[in-house]
């Protein structure tokens, strides 16, 4: 029950009676100071309310679902992969040009091909030359002399083909040209003790003497060096 | 040997021969007439190559001269500084060696 339905009917008695306007007046102001502090106790209890929930705690404690973690793990794998495939991938793409570019079209054709040619041709000419009739010396001399002058001209065409290779890997050149300059030091020292002009005795021409497998052997050495190059570079 | 204060002379004749081969004898040359030293002065060389000659290999010309060839960067360069005398037919054969020492370098890539 309000204080406005409480005062009501006395009101409109003393207006009915004839009351003036000052008793009127009066029982106005006391419903007016009557709403006010019902207003201010209203806003205080509002007010309390506010500071409570302010200063309330409502931080949210609840446990996370179980799927969080699945998701929290997956999320961590897949960061860690991708930078597992970033490193792999990079250390693939060197080692494919390496591989594919530099050995497969690069060295295998331009240098170890002709250089494996090289060593059938004058290792069996060599060969040949060992088995020939050395009773006509002037003939054995001359086949020497020319066997000696292709020999030479050959091995230098096939190390200006290692050229390319000292773009990229000097130093398999400088030990790749060498085991061909021993190769050739070999040769020569074989044509020259076994020509008359050298006037060698028997034991210099066996000292000197070499037959087909010193090519092999060098092949094998090159070969050997490349497949090391190879795998150090391969990673 | 001859060796003044302007020029180096070596006589291969001294050294062997007719055959001219292994890289360690060419360095062993090399040694002996301070090849090292003269390279970084204004000192010419002259070589002398023997006409009884057999050959003179790669081995033994990049054992003697290689380094100075690699110090002087160009082929020019070198032969400002270096001379040869003897037969021309090996002049080819120097032209290739001085190319290849040329390429003992280091690497382009």
């Known amino acids: ?68 973690w699945w998701a929290l793990f997956l999320a961590v794998t897949t960061f860690f992969w991708n930078i597992f495939l970033f490193f792999y991938n990079k250390v693939k793409n060197r080692n494919e040009i390496i591989d594919e570019y530099w050995v497969r079209n690069i060295a295998l054709p331009i ?16 060969k040949a030359l060992n088995l020939s009739d050395k009773s006509n010396m002037i003939n054995y001399e001359n086949d020497l002399k020319g066997f000696q002058k ?6 230098e065409f096939i190390i200006k083909k290692f050229f390319v290779l000292s773009i990229k890997w000097n130093e398999i050149f400088n030990v790749l040209s060498k085991q ?52 150090s570079e391969i990673k | 040997m001859i060796s003044t204060e302007d020029e180096i002379s070596i006589d291969l004749k001294d050294h062997g021969g007719p055959v001219y081969a292994g890289r360690t004898k060419g360095e ?5 007439y301070k090849l090292d030293n003269a390279d ?31 110090k002087a960067e160009s082929k020019d360069a070198f032969l400002n500084k270096f001379c040869f005398v003897g037969p021309e037919i090996f002049n080819s054969k120097i032209n290739d060696y001085i190319s290849r020492a040329l390429h003992e370098k280091k690497p382009l890539l």
Do not use: W
Not at chain 1, 111 to 116: A, D, G, R
Not at chain 1, 150 to 155: G, V
Not at chain 2, 56 to 65: A, D, E, K, R
């Open chain 1, 150 to 155: 292709e020999f030479k001209d050959e091995k």
């Open chain 2, 28 to 32: 062993k040359v090399r040694e002996k």
């Open chain 1, 111 to 126: 240098c170890v091909n002709p250089l494996i040619e090289f060593v059938e041709t004058y290792s069996a000419q060599l």
């Open chain 1, 180 to 231: 061909l300059d021993e190769l050739d030091d070999a040769i020569t020292m074989h044509c020259y003790v076994n020509q008359k002009i050298s006037n060698s005795d028997a034991r210099q021409i066996a000292k000197y003497s070499i037959n087909e497998d010193v090519f092999y052997t060098t092949l094998a050495r090159i070969l050997a060096d490349l497949s090391e190059l190879h795998s």
């Open chain 2, 40 to 70: 970084v002065t204004n000192v010419k060389v002259k070589i002398t190559i023997p006409e009884n000659t057999y050959t003179i290999n790669s081995s033994f010309f990049l054992g003697l001269l290689g380094e100075s060839i690699r």
């Open chain 1, 1 to 68: 029950m309000t204080p406005s339905s409480l005062v009501a009917s006395p009101v409109s008695a003393l207006d009915n009676k004839g009351v003036n306007k000052k008793i009127k007046q009066l029982i106005i102001e006391k419903e007016k100071q009557y709403l006010h502090s019902s207003h201010d106790k209203q806003l205080g209890e509002f007010n309390v309310r506010i500071k409570n929930l302010e200063t309330a705690d409502i931080t949210y404690r609840s446990k996370p679902p179980g799927y969080f």
